[in-house]
T-cell receptor, first 113, second 115 residues
Framework: AQSVTQLGSHVSVSEGALVLLRCNYS??????LFWYVQYPNQGLQLLLK??????LVKGINGFEAEFKKSETSFHLTKPSAHMSDAAEYFC???????????FGSGTRLQVQP | DTGVSQNPRHKITKRGQNVTFRCDPI?????LYWYRQTLGQGPEFLTY????????KSRLLSDRFSAERPKGSFSTLEIQRTEQGDSAMYLC?????????????FGPGTRLTVL
């Protein structure tokens, strides 16, 4: 079964600094990969999705993620953090043939003024 | 295009009571999913419907849990004889049929507190 590891349950950056949130998946077969964001007391909002069309995926709100098969990673980045980026971020993986997504445990991003 | 809606948003119940949650997916989506999210964790898959057929169930879905999607539109998730361990956020998601892994769009969730 697929598994997802998000290194760092909490990440704190200054406003304007680079955001890097890490995600590693377990499969050797390129899966479908997602990043979702969750604001307090809300559901999950899709940031971006990797489906093998391109290794660098651009999402909403200035976020992007790069798929690296050799490292089984799909890290999320944003060049310049904004206060409104403070939220919980989840990496998820989908298998071909299964509809269920497997989520990581999440990384809470704090943005300091 | 309205998103996925869930009702109620919050539910407080006493241990042993039954509760039912409702999910209305995005109107053109034929796939519907239920997940459970406990504090500090990512969502965990519970079950999945394509139209009215329940095609996959997680081992997390004990016999106290039942989900239905009678007409292939809205879905209900019932928990019987609730336990304190059932306290969690219950998330519903929907997607439209397509190749590979289609994108799931999530509702705001129903937060269940079992006293």
């Amino acid at each position: 079964a697929q598994s997802v590891t998000q290194l760092g349950s909490h990440v704190s950056v200054s406003e304007g600094a680079l955001v890097l949130l890490r995600c590693n998946y377990s499969s050797s077969v390129p899966p479908y990969l997602f990043w979702y964001v969750q604001y307090p007391n809300q559901g999950l909002q899709l940031l971006l999705k990797y489906t093998s069309a391109a290794t660098l995926v651009k999402g909403i709100n200035g976020f992007e993620a790069e798929f690296k098969k050799s490292e089984t990673s799909f890290h999320l980045t944003k060049p310049s953090a904004h206060m409104s980026d403070a939220a919980e971020y989840f990496c998820a993986v989908g298998d071909t043939g299964r509809r269920a997504l497997t989520f990581g445990s999440g990384t809470r991003l704090q943005v300091q003024p | 295009d309205t998103g996925v809606s869930q009702n109620p948003r919050h539910k407080i119940t006493k241990r042993g009571q039954n509760v039912t949650f409702r999910c209305d997916p995005i109107s053109e989506h034929n796939r519907l999913y239920w997940y459970r999210q406990t504090l500090g964790q990512g969502p965990e898959f519970l079950t999945y419907f394509q139209n009215e057929a329940q095609l996959e169930k997680s081992r997390l879905l004990s016999d106290r849990f039942s989900a239905e999607r009678p007409k292939g539109s809205f879905s209900t998730l019932e928990i019987q004889r609730t336990e304190q361990g059932d306290s969690a956020m219950y998330l519903c998601a929907s997607s439209s049929a397509g190749g590979g892994s289609d994108t799931q769009y999530f509702g705001p969730g129903t937060r269940l507190t079992v006293l």
